[in-house]
């Protein structure tokens, strides 16, 4: 199965700090998804990214939110001002003839 | 809009047991339609999926689903559950030849007792 990991697994951050979750994938991928899960709700999608650009974005992805492709492989989400709210699992995932695959997802905790 | 309805929230079931897990969603064009499941720590793994032609798909770990275009239903199904079966599970569409973002059920946690 194709493979994406996520870095890191857990982060704990103090409210108004800036958080950066990285995505990994195997191989050379075009097209990623960042999506969240705050907990006991349901997935909800976030952003996608192609090419180095936005293809969508969601009402959840306001302006404390950015994603980027620093180096040409990895992919980050970046929240530059945390809020309470912002805790949940964040996943991203790649899109391969349709199906997409997940990552094991970064829990991030505001305190 | 898009949206995705599973009714079940909690379901508790009994070794052998047969599974159904409903899904309905709210789209007006055609759509792909998935279910994954997620295991205690583990990530969103994909169990089958439907694109076109059959609407009866299989999946793996003897999961099936089957897509009533008439009901706008995607139903998942187990004849018999096994302890391991214990997870959560996600029904999700994408419209068809637009967008592939997923949009997501709430999710139903299933618990398999031995």
């Known amino acids: 199965e194709p493979e994406v990991t996520q870095t890191p697994s857990h982060q704990v951050t103090q409210m108004g700090q800036e958080v950066i979750l990285r995505c990994v994938p195997i191989?050379?991928?075009?097209?990623f998804y960042w999506y969240r899960q705050i907990l006991g709700q349901k997935v909800e999608f976030l952003v996608s990214?192609?090419?180095?650009?936005?293809?969508?974005k969601s009402e959840i992805f306001d302006d404390q939110f950015s994603v980027e492709r620093p180096d040409g492989s990895n992919f980050t989400l970046k929240i530059r001002s945390t809020k309470l709210e912002d805790s949940a699992m964040y996943f991203c995932?790649?899109?391969?003839?349709?199906?997409?695959?997940f990552g094991p997802g970064t829990r991030l905790t505001v305190l | 809009a898009q949206s995705v309805s599973q009714h079940n929230h909690h379901v508790i079931l009994s070794e052998a047991a047969s599974l159904e897990l409903g899904c309905n969603y709210s789209?007006?064009?055609?759509?792909?339609l998935f279910w994954y499941v997620q295991y205690p720590g583990q990530h969103l793994q994909l169990l089958l999926k439907?694109?076109?032609?059959?609407?009866l798909v299989k999946g793996i770990k003897g999961f099936e689903a089957e897509f009533i275009k008439s009901k706008f239903s995607f139903n998942l199904r187990k004849p018999s559950v096994q302890w391991s079966d214990t997870a959560e599970y996600f029904c999700?569409?994408?419209?068809?030849?637009?967008?592939?973002?997923?949009?997501f059920g709430t999710g139903t946690l299933l618990a398999v007792q031995p």
């Open positions: 789209y007006g064009g055609t759509v792909n």
């Open positions: 995932a790649r899109i391969i003839r349709g199906e997409q695959f």
């Open positions: 439907y694109f076109s032609g059959d609407p």
């Open positions: 990214f192609y090419n180095n650009e936005i293809s969508e």
């Open positions: 191989s050379n991928h075009l097209y």
């Open positions: 999700a569409v994408n419209a068809r030849g637009a967008t592939n973002k997923l949009i």
